[in-house]
C-alpha cells in the first residue's frame, strides 16, 4: 500500500517536472547554459592546472588531460546513445582543446621566450595568445573542406553553398553520422575560430581592441547572439538544442571576451583563488544543469502530446 501511495504522490511532480524542463524554453536554455557556463570555467580548468603544477608539471597535466578528452571521445564513439554521445562529444572536444591544443600554445610560447603584451603595466594579452593567430592559414585549409562537405548538417555551411551555389552535390542516403565525433569536432573548432576572431582585433595593427570598427563588431555579435537565441529556445529535440546551443553560447561568450578586456567587470575565471566561492558556485550551477539535460528524454513533443490528448478524454 505505502509503494502505491508514493507512486501516486510522484506523479505530479514527474509531470510537472516534464513540463517545466522538458518543452521549450528550457530544452534550449539549458543547452545554452551549460555550453555557456563551461566556456569560463574552461578558463578556470587552465589557470588552476597552471597554479596546481607549475611549469614543471602543468604539460604532462595537460597531456593527461587531452587524453582523458580522447577517452570521453572514444566513449561516445561507440555509445549507440545520441543524448549521451552528443555530450561525450562537447565534453571530449572541451578537454581536448584545452588540454592538447591550448596547452600546446602555452608550450611553444615559453619554448620561444615570446613575452606578453603588456599595456599600462598589466598584461592584456599572455604569450599563449600572441603565438595562436599562427594557426589562421591551417584554421581557414579546413575551413574549406567544411564549407563544401556535401554532407554537412550545419546551417552556416548550409547557407554559404545554396546561397553562393556552392554545393558539391547531394549528401549519401546511407552515411552514418557519429553524434559524438561531430560534436567534438564543433566545439573545437568554434571556439578555435572565435579565439582567432578576437586575437585579430585585439592587434593593433589590424584593428585593437579599441578601435570603431571593434565596436561595431560587437553590436553585430550581440545581434547574431539574439538571432540563434531566438531560434534556440524554440527547440523540442534536445541533441539538436545541444548542437545548436555550442555555437550560440561560444558566439554569446565572444561578447563577455570582449566585455572584460575593456575592464567593464572582473574576470573572475581567470582568477579563481580569489573567487573561489563565485567558481564553485558556477560550477555547481553548471552540473546541475548538465545532469537535469542528461536526464531529459531525446524527444518529448510526441509523448507531451499523447498525455495532453489522454488527459482531455479523461476529462
Known sequence: MSVSNTNVHDQ???????????????????????????????????????????????????????LFGAYLLYLGMKNPG??????????????????????????????????????????????????????????????????????????????????????????????????????????????WFFYIALLLMYDQAILGDRHWFTYALFLGNLTWTIYLLQRLVRFWKVTTAIRYGIPTAIIAWTNVELLGRWNFFTEIWIHPDQYALEMGLIFSAALAFTVIAILTPTHQKTALAQQKRSSSRVA
Open 12 to 66: 505530479p511532480s514527474t509531470n510537472a517536472f516534464k513540463r517545466i524542463f522538458y518543452r521549450p524554453p528550457f530544452i534550449g536554455l539549458l543547452a545554452f547554459l551549460i555550453v555557456f557556463l563551461t566556456q569560463g570555467l574552461g578558463h578556470t580548468l587552465m589557470v588552476g592546472m597552471e597554479m596546481l603544477f607549475g611549469i614543471e608539471y602543468q604539460y604532462e597535466a595537460a597531456a593527461f588531460l587531452g
Open 82 to 191: 545520441e543524448v549521451a554521445a552528443t555530450w561525450l562529444g562537447f565534453f571530449a572536444g572541451t578537454f581536448l582543446w584545452t588540454g592538447w591544443v591550448e596547452f600546446s600554445f602555452v608550450f611553444y610560447a615559453n619554448h620561444l621566450s615570446v613575452l606578453p603584451l603588456i599595456e599600462d603595466g598589466a598584461i592584456v594579452t599572455k604569450p599563449e595568445y600572441l603565438v595562436m593567430p599562427s594557426s589562421l592559414g591551417v584554421m581557414m585549409a579546413t575551413l574549406a573542406y567544411f564549407l563544401l562537405n556535401k554532407e554537412t548538417k550545419c546551417n552556416f555551411f548550409k547557407w554559404f553553398q545554396r546561397h553562393l551555389h556552392m554545393s558539391t552535390g547531394r549528401p549519401s542516403r546511407s552515411y552514418e553520422r557519429n553524434f559524438a565525433a561531430i560534436t567534438c569536432l564543433e566545439t573545437i573548432y568554434v571556439i
